[in-house]
């Protein structure tokens, strides 16, 4: 029974080759400076209210407002 098994080992690392040899062409010349310049981008602080986050906030404030009044009366 031992036979009908695959190996499929070297499938996997030459699979694993592959895409790695298509990654690096892919890749541009200055990828370094292109994944610092990202990482500095995805880390720009984040303002608290910004933009619909504003208008969310004072929507569900409006709506716990009523609801307490609605209950307090």
Request: no cysteine; hydrophobic share 50%; proline share 3%.
């Amino acid at each position: 029974m031992e036979s009908d098994h695959i190996d499929i080992r070297g499938r996997i690392r030459a699979h694993t080759a592959r895409q790695l040899t298509i990654a690096r062409l892919g890749a541009p010349d200055d990828w370094q400076a292109e994944l610092r310049h990202a990482l500095a981008a995805h880390r720009e602080p984040a303002t608290i209210f910004a933009g619909s986050d504003l208008r969310l906030f004072l929507q569900s404030f409006a709506v716990f407002f009523t609801a307490t009044m609605m209950f307090l009366i």
